[in-house]
């Protein structure tokens, strides 16, 4: 059971540690090293369904016959660009928080936030 | 060139985006952005009549024939919401100028127009393209575009409602893209059509019911469906002006219509309604949503959030129509949606006017202004009797037509939450109404005369949408006749 789909279970922890991060941690950079596991999760998933067994690497050449199927790879490129950018951009976000408010934890913020809107 | 025109309505956006960021003057970089979302809206006319006189269209990128290749497909559902993206961004474009000058500085306003010129691209292609991995890939672009767009408000909040979208934002695409490579991992394709004449074979399948589940949340999260609206409220209330016009308009109906194309196209009616149960998931959750939010609107204290929440709870009315899954619910629901976009972005269009004066969106603030601004005000008074859905206006169509359909199918409670969130309505709109006509100012600065009327720039658009407001209030034959014969169909 889990011989054959150690992938697949490889997969299942990291989005769920991943997740966990994401929802649980109140400091604004580690919420983006969750999403990063989050994302790389999906990544293994998309790259585990394409094996062929007994298949090589997708290049012609005439010592094989059997390949992988090349288009989640394909995809997953495009999903690896999506993720680098977001995470950028996340972090970005946290270096402007961070020169805002003086600190990058999620509770001090909303601290804050509140104080503000009482005066 | 007639002929290449799905790609080129996504492909002049996306290619104008970087020249707009070498453009150096703020008003020529306003002129590109102007010029491309009124060069879209002509395309969008264009394809409609096509697939009006035609039929569907559908355009081979580079030649490759799907579903190996990427196509993309235009029929009457994707055509209706091409017109709404791109009209919106013709109107925010054409008020846009004097506000974005007082709200961004002047060296980013180039980027500031790319980044806006993304996000029209991410949000044409997903109604343009007809395979689920592009619609992936589109709906980040428009929402990393967005994220910068909402960041780029005054108020140092906007970062952090920036942030907590862009968090909320990955996880919904993600779970999207979890979702498309189940199906690819089922069926070993990614082409819209071809999926939907797959998946009726295999829908005893777990692997199907979970990517059900992954595209449902996804799409829940990036519609802002209740209970996963959280980012929403703030976004909006924080983001540049012009950006809330725009956003508020598109980036939730375009999720709306991935919803549609998802649940109704991909997945065939019947398998999504019959053996997953939507309609279970959906109805409860929307009725949540037009009460709660309607009522936490009446209780804030800015303009812009009031409006926001007030959003969250017309998103409510929308999956209601759908989740009642009958052709007459859903034509309720695509009515609904033109409706609402026109509705909303107008009043946040006066919203932006309102900042444009006197720089707050407080409610205190508002006293006195129904004098100082009439023009604004009365637009927002009158948008407002279509926010609640007062007869002649757009918002009584679409809300008698949701009414009917959950009457029809004989849910009394969807029937008696449509009225009662009208009713919540009238309770936060009257706030605006009092405050602005009734009230005298209190703060000092704001008895001087030097609040004057919005500029024509940005009166004239807010006027078209007030207009529109009540042609399609009067005239329901495009927005009905359109919705139905898109929903027919999809509809079998």
Not at chain 2, 328 to 343: D, F, K, Q, R
Request: aromatic letters at 12%; a neutral charge.
């Amino acid at each position: 059971m889990i011989e054959g789909y150690f992938n697949y279970w490889v997969v299942i922890i990291l989005m769920m540690m991943g997740f966990y991060i994401v929802i649980s941690d109140s400091n604004l950079i580690k919420k983006i090293i969750g999403l990063n596991i989050f994302q790389t999760s999906v990544f293994v998933l998309f790259i585990s369904m394409s094996k062929v067994k007994g298949g090589t690497a997708p290049i012609l050449t005439d010592e094989a016959s059997v390949y992988s199927n090349p288009l989640p790879h394909v995809l997953i490129l495009t999903a690896i660009v999506v993720g680098v950018s977001t995470t950028a951009l996340g972090l970005a976000l946290v270096a402007k928080i961070h020169r805002a408010y003086g600190t990058v934890d999620e509770t001090l913020i909303h601290g804050q936030d509140d104080i503000q809107d009482e005066t | 060139m007639l002929d290449h025109l799905p790609a080129l309505q996504v492909i002049i956006p996306l290619i104008s985006a970087p020249v707009c960021m070498l453009v150096t003057r703020a008003s020529w970089a306003w002129l590109l952005a102007t010029a491309v979302s009124i060069a879209s809206f002509v395309m969008a006319l264009l394809l409609a009549r096509e697939v009006s006189v035609h039929g569907v269209l559908s355009y081979h990128l580079g030649g490759w024939v799907p579903p190996l290749g990427i196509e993309y497909r235009i029929d009457h559902l994707s055509a209706y919401v091409l017109i709404i993206v791109s009209a919106t961004a013709s109107i925010t474009m054409l008020a846009a100028r004097k506000s974005i000058e007082q709200e961004v500085s002047r060296e980013k306003s180039g980027l500031f127009y790319s980044a806006y010129l993304l996000c029209l691209t991410g949000l044409l292609g997903i109604a343009a393209t007809g395979d689920a991995f592009n619609i992936f890939v589109f709906l980040e672009i428009s929402s990393l575009s967005s994220y910068a767009l909402i960041a780029m408000g005054r108020d140092r909040r906007a970062l952090t409602s920036a942030y907590q979208y862009l968090i909320m934002g990955t996880i919904g695409a993600t779970f999207i893209l979890i979702g498309v490579g189940l199906l690819y991992m089922l069926t070993g394709t990614l082409n819209i059509l071809d999926l939907q004449q797959k998946i009726p074979g295999i829908t005893g399948s777990r692997t199907l019911h979970a990517a059900f589940a992954f595209l449902t949340a996804g799409i829940s999260l990036k519609l802002a469906l209740f209970p996963l609206h959280l980012w929403l409220p703030n976004a909006y209330a924080y983001a540049p002006s012009m950006i809330t016009v725009f956003l508020s308009a598109t980036a939730t109906k375009v999720s709306l219509y991935l919803l549609f194309r998802f649940f109704f196209g991909l997945f065939p009616p019947e398998v999504s309604f019959e053996s997953f149960h939507l309609g279970r998931i959906l109805l409860p959750l929307s009725i949540v949503a037009i009460l709660t939010a309607s009522f936490v609107a009446i209780f804030q204290d800015n303009i812009k959030r009031m409006l926001a929440y007030s959003s969250v709870a017309q998103i409510g009315y929308m999956t209601l129509g759908i989740s009642l899954a009958s052709k007459e619910g859903s034509i309720a629901s695509m009515v609904y949606l033109l409706n609402h976009a026109l509705i909303k972005g107008g009043l946040f269009l006066a919203m932006a006017c309102i900042v444009f004066r006197i720089n707050s969106v407080q409610l205190e603030d508002f006293a006195g202004l129904g004098r100082r601004m009439p023009w604004t005000m009365a637009a927002i008074v009158l948008l407002g009797l279509g926010l609640i859905g007062v007869p002649l206006t757009a918002g009584f169509i679409s809300k008698w037509y949701v009414l009917s359909a959950a009457i029809e199918q004989g849910h009394w409670l969807g029937a008696v939450v449509v009225v009662g969130g009208s009713l919540l309505a009238i309770l936060y709109i009257w706030k605006i109404i009092e405050q602005a006509y009734f009230r005298t100012p209190v703060k000092v600065a704001l008895h001087t005369s030097a609040i004057r009327e919005a500029p024509l720039a940005m009166l004239i658009p807010l006027w078209v949408l007030v207009a529109g407001n009540f042609y399609l209030g009067l005239n329901t034959s495009f927005s009905y006749n359109f919705a139905s014969t898109a929903i027919h169909a999809i509809f079998p």
